[in-house]
């Protein structure tokens, strides 16, 4: 794979009035769950998994798995936090217009 391009999987939690949501849940309630989510796979859960328990993007019915994507390709602070990882590692909490993400890479 060429280093301008990542592949990875997130998690992604909508609030109202985040960009594109259908989320009912506050901003603060997001921030909450993300943050325990990230404890989850910090003690070892299956990350793809609670993609596809927790996750408001589709992507979340394929374990959060985005794909290859090259640079240019996400929102800024998406593509810095994992073009930043290492295969195999999670993130720490992103957030973006579209809410907060938990990203690993998978390639």
């Given at each position: 794979?060429?280093?301008?391009?990542?592949?990875a999987?997130?998690?992604?939690?909508m609030?109202?009035?985040?960009?594109?949501?259908?989320?009912?849940?506050?901003?603060?309630?997001?921030?909450?769950?993300?943050?325990?989510?990230?404890?989850?796979?910090?003690?070892?859960?299956?990350?793809?998994?609670?993609?596809?328990?927790?996750?408001?993007?589709p992507?979340?019915?394929?374990?959060?798995?985005?794909?290859?994507?090259?640079?240019?390709?996400?929102?800024?602070?998406?593509?810095?936090?994992?073009?930043?990882?290492?295969?195999?590692?999670?993130?720490?909490?992103?957030?973006?217009?579209?809410?907060?993400?938990?990203?690993?890479?998978?390639?």
């Amino acid at each position: 794979m060429s280093p301008n391009q990542v592949r990875a999987s997130h998690i992604l939690l909508m609030y109202k009035g985040s960009m594109r949501s259908t989320a009912d849940r506050s901003k603060e309630e997001a921030q909450v769950q993300i943050a325990d989510l990230k404890q989850q796979v910090e003690n070892g859960a299956d990350f793809a998994e609670l993609a596809k328990k927790h996750s408001d993007c589709p992507s979340g019915r394929e374990g959060g798995d985005l794909g290859q994507f090259p640079k240019g390709a996400m929102v800024p602070e998406f593509e810095q936090a994992a073009f930043a990882l290492e295969p195999g590692q999670t993130s720490d909490v992103v957030e973006t217009s579209f809410g907060y993400h938990l990203i690993q890479r998978t390639g």
